[in-house]
């Protein structure tokens, strides 16, 4: 059953009985990756609701796919602890490279969509370089809310970006710019500021943790514009 008793744009779920599914899972406008041990009704939902293909594969050999993996519909930047046969997995339409950093935990430390990128403030100029390269965006880097860990905090997709509650108004106007969409603050899975760890996203729908509320679901179909 969809969220509001219709055929919704948005899906509650949990992947492996956990709701923070941004942990697990990341999205972009044409695939989903989801790990290995995902049940198949979590996989075709993820897949009805955010209109993609959905490919399982782990990630370092573990299953927080989404905490690892950052992507847009150019490319994929990857932890450097990624092994080949992981690699080989993923899209082949789509450029791929490692974090090849200390602060390499992919998708808690870029936030992406098709227009932009932010990075984690401690990310080096020749990362950068690669990050623009393989997402094909431009990139910039700085705190959201105080929090380095850009990628955890906020949903970026090509409709809007939701963000901590603590994101002030100049770091709204900020990101709107960058990423060229409107800017929002919400919380998901009953008050968790961090967005990106409870929901995974694209322009067509939204797959999000289970705890989230009536009214969180509200804040972010808005701030999505997922109508």
Known sequence: MSVWGRESMLKLGDVNGNPYVGVYCAASESYAIVPDSADSKTVKDISRILGVQTIQTNIAGGTIVGSLLAMNSNGIILTNFAEKREIAALPKELRVAKMEERVNAAGNNILTNDKAALVHPATSNRM??????????????????????????????????????????????????????????????????????????????????SRSTPIELGRLEDGLMLY
């Open 128 to 209: 950068m370089k690669v990050v623009s390269d393989i997402l094909g965006v431009e990139v910039d880097r700085r705190r959201v809310a105080g929090i380095e860990t850009v990628g955890s905090a906020c949903i970026a997709t090509s409709k809007g970006i939701v963000c901590h509650p603590r994101t002030t108004e100049d770091e709204l106007k900020f990101l709107a710019s960058l990423f060229k969409v409107p800017a929002a603050i919400a919380t998901l899975n009953y008050g968790t500021p961090y967005l990106g760890a409870c929901a995974i996203a694209n322009s067509k729908g939204a797959f999000i943790g």
